[in-house]
C-alpha cells in the first residue's frame, strides 16, 4: 500500500514537474520573440540616430553658409 501512494505521488511530482517545464519554455519562446522586437526597435532607433546626425550637418553647413551680419 505504502508503494502504491509512492508511486502516485512520484507520478504526481513527475507531471507536476513536466507542466512546469512546458510553462518555462513558453515564457522562454515569449522572452525570445520580446527581445527580437527590441533588437529592431534598437536598429531603428539607431538609424533614426544617423538620419538626425546628417541632417544636423546639412544644417549646419546651410548655417556656415550664410553671409554674416
Do not use: H, Y
Not at 513527475?14 to 533588437?39: D, H, I, M, P, S
Request: charged share 20%.
Amino acid at each position: 500500500m505504502i508503494w502504491a501512494i509512492s508511486v502516485v505521488l512520484a507520478l504526481a511530482g513527475l507531471v507536476l514537474l513536466a507542466l512546469a517545464a512546458f510553462r518555462l519554455l513558453g515564457g522562454l519562446g515569449e522572452l525570445k520573440f520580446r527581445l527580437e522586437r527590441v533588437q529592431e526597435r534598437a536598429g531603428e532607433a539607431q538609424d533614426l540616430q544617423e538620419r538626425l546626425n546628417a541632417t544636423l550637418a546639412n544644417a549646419q553647413r546651410t548655417a556656415s553658409a550664410l553671409p554674416k551680419k
